[in-house]
Nanobody, 128 residues
Framework: QVQLVESGGGSVQAGGSLRLSCAAS????????VGWFRQAPGKEREGVAV????????DYADSVKGRFTISQNNAKNTVYLQMNSLKPEDTAMYYC?????????????????????WGQGTQVTVSS
């Protein structure tokens, strides 16, 4: 079991930055795969970035490579998503999700249906 709580969303102008946090608790967190997903109005939810808690490997959607960075602080059981050079098209509800890597499979960004634990989401709005 893993519990997730996101924070850090808000409104920012294009070109600005935000850092999202995903605070996790639960006995299996240290063996989890944690991902950030987003859903804009009228669009399907899409994978943004993932990190393997054990090992630290990461992967990013092409649309955010070079602008977003996913990282972890294991002492705080928290995963971060640093978002720089934000664009209006980054506007969405951002969700943190976690699951066993074996259950998700590969590539994780395209397998959101296999993530069993989700946070409540945090809104990011980027104005032009």
């Amino acid at each position: 079991q893993v519990q997730l709580v996101e924070s850090g969303g808000g409104s920012v102008q294009a070109g600005g930055s935000l850092r999202l946090s995903c605070a996790a608790s639960g006995s299996t967190y240290s063996r989890s795969l944690v991902g950030w997903f987003r859903q804009a109005p009228g669009k399907e939810r899409e994978g943004v970035a993932v990190i393997y808690i054990s090992g630290g490997s990461t992967d990013y959607a092409d649309s955010v490579k070079g602008r977003f960075t996913i990282s972890q602080n294991n002492a705080k059981n928290t995963v971060y998503l640093q978002m720089n050079s934000l664009k209006p098209e980054d506007t969405a509800m951002y969700y943190c999700a976690a699951e066993s890597p074996l259950r998700v499979g590969y590539p994780p960004l395209q397998r959101e249906a296999y993530f069993g634990y989700w946070g409540q989401g945090t809104q990011v709005t980027v104005s032009s």
